[in-house]
């Protein structure tokens, strides 16, 4: 294991009513002004946006509604928010949605407080920002741990980029399955593998010798697969649910990273995937692991043998390091299918296969990945992925 500092700034309310329980004595910390910032309708429907908008109220803070958060965000929001919030001198920001509002919101966070424009910072000038507008969190979509650290995924549409930036870390974070119960069930299962995704990518990382984190990311992999496979006897499994909320914070809270150069080589391939086709998140990491992973799996022989025993509950019995690894990586995409997610890009609705040159051209290419690809052999997997 690699030497490591580990601290972390969120505080975490979990359970049934944990907004009703908290949310009074959080506010009283906060500025005057609170912008309440979420995606489209999906709240309001389903009645959390009154909620919420009635907690505000009761703590006599004047509320900047900030709405129409897009599943990928994209950096013209982030400066629209950020514009706002400076206009309207906002003390506190209060993001209530899945992962995209909260990523949109950690980089609204940083823009309102940096003059210099946070993309040309981190990506030309290397600096990051150090002052934020606080801000919390209140999740309704879980699987993308974002309420848990304080990187976010932006799309640049101007440049065609899909890519981490660095803004503000949430001061609490608000886990109630009851406010996820409205997704529709797609949604719930995409989220779900995003959280297996990222504890793979982890996994996958250097050192190649089994660590607590390795191990700690094997029992987190375990639960998911086991409550998605619940979910699909019963959406509304609310216990099955709840474990997922919680194995979904516990991917991205770095705790599964302490001692690791992390993988992510099939998430920065499906990030520059969703910046020129906007594609679901969750469903194109399913149809890009298994793929990735038959490219991979020889140099990482060890560790994928070990995920197929461990996590797969696949016996070695009979089988060489190699086949067994090879196993683990079916049974994953065996796996894509029994849970309905696609396992061609066709089948996610993609149509236009000129994208996938500039896809492999411009995706970010790991240094943790057991196996550095090749630009080539980025174009190979994702035309295998094609069909």
Known sequence: MKDFIYSYPTKVYFGDK?????????????????????????????????????????AGKEIVDFPGIMPNPTYKKVQEGAALAKEKNVDFILAVGGGSVIDCCKIIAAQAAAEKDIWEMEFKDHVYPTEFLPMGAIVTASGTGAEMNNGAVITNEDTKEKAGVLGAYAEFAVLDVAYTMSLPPRQVISGAFD????????????????????????????????NIRLLLKDINDKEART?????????????????????????????????????????????????????????????????????????PEGKSEEELAEAGIEALAEFVKEIGLPSTFRDMGITDKSVLKKVADTCNLTAGCCKKLSREEVLEILEECWE
Not at 18 to 45: C, D, F, Q, R, W
Not at 213 to 219: L, R
Not at 274 to 300: S, W
């Open 195 to 226: 959280t297996l995704s990222h504890s793979m990518e982890t996994y996958l990382g250097s050192p190649r010798e089994v660590t607590l984190s390795d191990e700690i990311a094997e029992a987190v992999m375990r639960n998911v697969i086991r």
């Open 18 to 58: 944990a907004a009703a329980k908290m949310l009074p004595a959080e506010l009283a910390k906060t500025g005057k002004t609170v912008m309440l910032a979420y995606g489209k309708n999906s709240i309001k429907k389903s009645g959390v946006y009154d909620e919420i908008c009635g907690y505000l109220k009761e």
């Open 243 to 315: 474990e997922l909320m919680w194995a979904s914070a516990m991917a991205e809270n770095g705790i599964l990273k302490i001692g690791k150069v992390t993988d992510f080589q099939a998430h920065q391939i499906e990030h520059q995937l969703g910046a020129y086709t906007d594609c679901n998140h969750g469903q194109g990491l399913a149809v890009i692991h298994p793929v990735l992973y038959r490219h991979i799996c020889k140099d990482g022989v060890r560790q994928f043998a070990r995920m197929a025993q461990m996590v797969w509950e696949i016996s």
